[in-house]
């Protein structure tokens, strides 16, 4: 990382904190991702009561720096968004032309509970474990691409209806993003290079549903067939542990005596290890692979709801 970089990024944190200074509170910081098999910096910018936000990629920013816009320019970008006062900027071309702008959606599965304050923002499914929305990528004024949420508003612009946008994010997303399963312990050693052990204790019956990108995977429950596929490769019926938006994890049911155990170990790592912004649920699920059901397990016995 150069030097250059370092002092723009301190430029950027300390101009946001600024500009967003006397309104609402923000929290401003950045973090790393992984996208495309790379680790990237971002910079996230969050309403201290929200627990979702969008993240800024700072290696475009900076590059955006080296063309010759300013850190003041740029930030004032970020606020217009943030405050919703730029919606024609933003929206831009790939709002109005359809054919453009559903090379570019995603659905996204993000906790319900969460983002109940949030649904009528834009199209939504209610789904057994959570709430599918659907992004999609747009350009500033200063030509950077944000990924931001289908608002009612963009949907009315793409002249389609939520089901052809829904159809349209699906077949895009799975083509993009096909669905990854594999074994926890290996996911582990390819990560760290040496035997596992840690928050998960992961064993030989523990494993990882996600996508190529390890992005937003545990949308891949939603691709029609996927779960019949995994309950095919374990060869019986499964619980499903939403280890956050991210990705699932997969537990034979023959594994565990119940999921009691499992519930508690999910919310244990929730609160201790998990991001609020990327927790998916608090709850255990079962796949009944001959009714091709997600249903939740309750809280009592081998109770179950659809």
Not at 83 to 88: E, R, S
Not at 96 to 102: M, T, V
Not at 128 to 142: D, E, I, Q, R
Not at 209 to 238: C, H, I, S
């Amino acid at each position: 990382m150069d030097r250059g970089y370092r002092e723009f990024r301190e430029a950027m944190l300390q101009q946001m904190r600024t500009s967003l200074q006397g309104g609402e509170p923000f929290e401003v910081r950045t973090d790393k991702v992984e996208k495309c098999s790379r680790t990237m910096e971002v910079l996230i910018v969050r309403r201290r009561k929200e627990p979702v936000s969008p993240v800024f990629y700072l290696e475009q920013l900076y590059q955006n720096y080296l063309n010759g816009r300013t850190v003041p320019e740029i930030c004032e970008d970020i606020t217009s968004f943030l405050l919703g006062h730029q919606a024609p900027e933003l929206s831009g071309r790939p709002t109005e032309d359809y054919g453009e702008a559903k090379k570019t959606l995603q659905v996204r599965l993000l906790s319900r509970e969460a983002n109940q304050r949030y649904l009528d923002q834009g199209p939504y499914r209610t789904m057994t474990l959570g709430m599918a929305v659907v992004y999609a990528a747009v350009k500033n004024s200063a030509g950077k691409v944000l990924e931001t949420r289908v608002t009612n508003g963009m949907l009315a612009g793409y002249g389609v209806t939520d089901d052809q946008l829904f159809e349209d994010a699906m077949a895009h997303t799975r083509t993009k993003c096909p669905f990854i399963f594999s074994s926890l312990d290996s996911v582990i050693q390819n990560a760290i290079g040496v035997k596992p052990g840690g928050i998960w204790e992961p064993g030989p019956e523990i494993y990882v549903l996600t996508n190529r990108e390890n992005w937003y995977g545990a949308a891949v429950a939603l691709y029609p067939g996927t779960l019949q596929k995994v309950r095919e490769m374990v060869g019986e019926d499964f619980y499903i542990l939403p280890a956050s938006v991210h990705e699932l994890l997969v537990i034979k049911k023959s594994a565990v005596q119940g999921p009691g155990i499992l519930r508690e170990m999910v919310r244990s790592v929730n609160r201790e290890h998990v991001r609020p912004e990327i927790q998916l649920s608090n709850e255990v699920f079962e796949y009944r692979g001959e009714e091709r059901q997600i249903l939740q397990c309750k809280e009592q016995g081998r109770e179950w709801e659809r």
